[in-house]
DNA sequence: TTGATGTTTCAATATTTTTTGAACATACGC
DNA sequence: GCGTATGTTCAAAAAATATTGAAACATCAA
């Protein structure tokens, strides 16, 4: 059954097979799908960080790739995401040009950091149109009451503004 | 050019145009579904919610249909949705049978209601399950660095489950 | 340098989510 | 009660998003 295989020494490729994930394992991944599409993250995504958040040591590329079952593609971008959003770290090991991957020691900074990315551009983004729709409503044809909404609207917003950057501090540059 | 049109008595079923958005409330449409999207509500249902914000009187079925540009089914379905998560009440008119549709008072409690309704069911999920896990931990091979972090994760969900419904009442029966 | 290993990119594909619209229900004014 | 104005449902179409995989790229050990 054995294919013409290798011989004793040819051991060097051995495509390595990777054991699936237990049971355990994988009912944590569904929590942290669940928890994770909340915000919208990727099923895979969240899968790649649930691996690395139940192993007792840093995980390779391959590792992921292979106990998971996705695609190299897949590996790669959802650890760019992880990487950019600072909730994985790596490491090198000595005499290997191959990284190893670790969630960040705080998973509530990661989750504040995620948040923030979210919401803080949309907040900025809408700062200068609330301005915009408040004057536009005020200057004309505006019920009091939808002025005093659109008004309490722009406050809200103003706020959040102030409030997200105390959370924490951001994001180091690469 | 009018077609073959109307006796001047048969003004019945005139369907009435319906003025598009204004550029302020277009704008305004683009704050909402910008903030909806984070939580992954979709783009009809924030349009819906921003018009009757906007609105300084009750609006019925056809004027959403007519100034959003959208179909029924989707004027039905988005304001289920609203209606569903209390953040949208109707008032009858008088000799009709027509419904018209404006914002809940306070868009806090509404999103609020929102949220919870969002994440309370994914913590109640996981809660039997972050157990499971904790368990089969700390039963055998597993690190103590690992079940440490599992353990905690079990905590802030605990701590989580407390948490939200202080937040508010929960939304009443039909 | 070089070549093999390790990673990223991205167009094509698969999957999921949203929207549409026509058929179906309902109830209200007459 | 009847007929129609008013809404709802849901299967199918469209749009948005996620995933794949092969080719390009990068990097380091030799």
New binding site residues.
């Given amino acids: 059954m054995t294919p013409p295989s290798s011989k004793l020494s040819a051991r060097?490729?051995s495509r390595p097979s990777f054991a699936p994930l237990s049971a355990h394992e994988a009912e944590l991944a569904e929590f942290f799908v669940r928890m994770a599409?909340i915000l919208?993250?990727?099923?895979?995504?969240a899968e790649i960080y649930s691996l690395l958040y139940a192993s007792p040591a840093a995980v390779?590329?391959?590792q992921i790739q292979g106990r998971l079952?996705?695609?190299?593609?897949?590996?790669?971008?959802?650890?760019?995401f992880l990487r950019d959003q600072g909730m994985v770290l790596s490491v090198k090991a000595p005499?290997?040009?191959?990284?190893r991957w670790q969630p960040t020691p705080s998973l509530a900074a990661s989750l504040v950091t995620l948040l923030r990315s979210q919401v803080l551009p949309a907040l900025e983004q809408s700062s200068p149109s609330l301005d915009r729709i408040v004057q536009g409503a005020q200057g004309t044809q505006a019920s009091p009451a939808v002025i005093e909404r659109l008004t309490q609207l722009r406050r809200w917003n103003a706020r959040a503004l102030e409030l997200f950057p105390l959370m924490l501090p951001p994001p180091r540059e690469s």
């Fill in positions: 060097r490729k599409g919208g993250v990727p099923r895979s995504v390779d590329f391959d079952g996705m695609s190299k593609g897949s590996v790669s971008q959802g650890l760019k005499g290997s040009r191959r990284e």
